[in-house]
């Protein structure tokens, strides 16, 4: 058996632009129904849903028939957790809140092997090699893995030129919303300082020879970022199309309409 093929870093490499749709819900169910509309990638969120690993395990098997590239954001850069999520199959993996290059490179040594990292061999018990149907996993794993660094705090701005160039790292990803708050503009990614500091990360990735994406619900937001240069950008919510297209939905039958704005925030 041949190791499955990550078409997500092929298209990184490829410098192809890639639309995402951020998957909330937690279950096989509702990841299914989101792999099938056509989005590049889907992010399977295990930082702010209510994600486990047999949860995620279960969203990666309902999701691989379809073209849609699954991504999943782990709850935190622990090894152990990076372990799991690898040997279960995920071969794309986004860590949040990183700001150092020191940091970055600890989370390329938990993706590979030794000599060059600390993975744990799993074998035959791991959906990531088919249960040992895939030869030579161990030598040749890395080139199916993507690592996502999130840059979203002042200091990992301060530092995205040092974190991007850490070998390893395949992208780098902007957080507007914790780096809004963390600037003191609560809410507001949209204020200058925060969009200076946006497009500052943006270029510094670029510079380094990495890809950079960032969650950009609002059009304008996403067009804008994708002019900056932005390679893959998460362009829907499924929680959040669900809310505003039943709020919507139920405006039409009551007087007055009253219809929320979507929020900018993420």
């Known amino acids: ?6 078409a997500f870093k092929a298209a990184l490499n490829n ?4 639309y995402g749709i951020w ?3 937690a279950t096989g169910y509702a990841a299914e129904i989101v792999a099938t509309t056509g989005y ?5 969120d295990g930082e702010h849903a209510p994600n486990t690993v047999p949860g995620v ?3 990666l098997q309902a999701v691989a028939p379809y073209s849609t590239t699954p991504v999943v954001r782990a709850v935190t850069g622990d090894a152990n957790l990076i372990k799991q999520l690898l040997d279960i199959g995920a071969q794309t993996l986004m860590i949040p809140m990183v700001e150092t290059a020191e940091q970055a490179a600890t989370l390329v040594r938990a993706m590979r092997y030794p000599p060059h990292g600390i993975r744990g061999v799993g074998g035959g018990l791991t959906r990531a090699t088919r249960w040992d149907a895939v030869p030579d996993y161990l030598n040749t794993a890395h080139e199916q893995l993507c690592l996502i660094v999130q840059v979203e705090s002042r200091l990992g701005v301060e530092n995205v030129e040092a974190i991007a160039a ?5 992208a780098v990803f902007i957080g507007p919303a914790d780096l809004s708050i963390g600037l003191g503009h609560a809410g507001n990614p949209g204020h200058p300082e925060v969009q200076e500091r946006i497009q500052h990360a943006v270029k510094a990735t670029l510079a380094a020879g990495k890809a950079c994406g960032i969650l950009a619900p609002n059009e304008e937001d996403a067009r804008r970022y994708q002019g900056w240069g932005c390679q893959f950008i998460a362009v829907a919510i499924d929680i959040s199309l669900l809310r505003q297209s039943a709020t919507a939905t139920l405006a039409r039958y009551r007087t007055p309409a009253t219809e929320q704005a979507p929020s ?3």
């Open 1 to 6: 058996m041949n190791m499955p093929h990550n």
């Open 15 to 18: 410098r192809a632009t890639q």
């Open 23 to 25: 998957a909330g819900f």
């Open 40 to 44: 590049d990638w889907m992010l399977i």
């Open 57 to 59: 395990l279960a969203q």
């Open 166 to 170: 850490v070998e390893g790292v395949d």
């Open 264 to 266: 900018r925030t993420y």
